[in-house]
């Protein structure tokens, strides 16, 4: 028994060594169809697992934000693109967010869709053209009325919690403004820079109470405030199936307001740290006459082509 044991261990002829090689081999292999079983399972299992999360309901501890509507009227111009870009990208720092921008048109703008689709914020576009007996008259137009109308229209349709707040693409948005109006129950409201002669449009509070508007222009109106200025739950909005922005240049804020009614100034929630703090600004975009035409035969077949069908001309 002893020698055999011996001879067992200490044999190294050619059949042994080629034995050995074999027995490498099939571990080998052996270990690399583990690897690839581990893995495959692995990947399955992470798959299964992701789609399993994506059907479950939020756990008891965590919560949806409450959606924000922003309703932003435009028209066709040559900065049109340009600061409906820079909204979009302010936007898309907002969570839970529905982009409603309406044209005053007749029909859409593939310009206008593009833009949409290239800064990724969800969105519906929308047109709403303003009455031609508003576009015939020689006085002040009320411009953007048709759009918000319509944008209310959407909401009464389609929403059913959240905020809206009418957002123009020509403002300048501190990004906390949008967290802090999400939770609004009824209207809020906030100081806006860059209005009037004033250089701001304010709710006046005094010891933590609404009591009066700073503006550059009253005129005679309940809430001389800023478009930008405000933010209206969609449900208290939908208790007023009647209210709606008036065609009247001047009043529009003060007309949309007030047929919010009953509203009592105690109502009004005070963001912006009880309005001592500037979020929004009404900076608005210095006017750019149209590009003038281009030459068409100077510069075919360069890249000057392609960049005219992106010039917005009225």
């Excluded at 490498?24 to 690897?35: A, C, R, W």
């Excluded at 965590?62 to 409906?84: D, F, G, M």
Aim: net charge positive.
């Amino acid at each position: 028994m002893k020698s055999n044991y011996i001879n067992l261990n200490t044999h190294s002829g050619i059949n042994g060594a080629s034995g050995n090689n074999n027995g490498k081999m099939s571990l080998g292999k052996s270990i690399k169809m583990y690897l690839t079983i581990f893995i495959a399972t692995t990947c399955i299992y992470m798959v299964l697992y992701q789609y399993h999360i994506s059907r479950e309901p939020f756990a008891a501890g965590e919560s949806v934000k409450p959606p924000l509507y922003i309703i932003t009227p435009t028209y066709r111009r040559p900065e049109q693109l340009a600061e409906l870009t820079r909204l979009g990208y302010t936007l898309k720092h907002v969570v839970n967010l529905l982009w409603l921008v309406i044209e005053d048109a007749n029909k859409t703008n593939p310009l206008v869709a593009h833009t949409l689709d290239r800064i990724g914020v969800p969105y519906e576009y929308m047109v709403a053209p303003m009455p031609e007996k508003y576009k015939q008259t020689k006085r002040a137009k009320p411009r953007g009325v048709s759009n918000r109308n319509k944008g209310l229209e959407y909401l009464r349709l389609h929403a059913t919690e959240g905020v809206l707040y009418f957002a123009d693409d020509d403002n300048t948005y501190d990004i906390s403004i949008f967290e802090q109006m999400r939770y609004v129950s009824k209207v809020a409201m906030w100081p806006v820079g860059l209005v009037t002669k004033t250089g701001v449009s304010s709710p006046i509070i005094q010891e933590g109470k609404l009591v009066g508007f700073y503006d550059g222009w009253i005129g005679g109106r309940k809430y001389p405030v800023d478009m930008a200025g405000f933010a209206v739950s969609v449900k208290f909005l939908k208790e007023r199936p009647k209210a709606q922005m008036p065609f009247k240049p001047g009043y529009e804020e003060d007309g949309f307001l007030r047929s919010l009614a009953p509203l009592a100034n105690t109502e009004i929630e005070l963001l912006a740290d009880e309005c001592r703090d500037v979020l929004t600004w009404h900076t608005q975009t210095k006017k750019n006459a149209p590009a003038q035409a281009l030459n068409r035969t100077r510069y075919k077949n360069t890249n000057l082509e392609y960049i005219d069908k992106l010039l917005v001309r009225p």
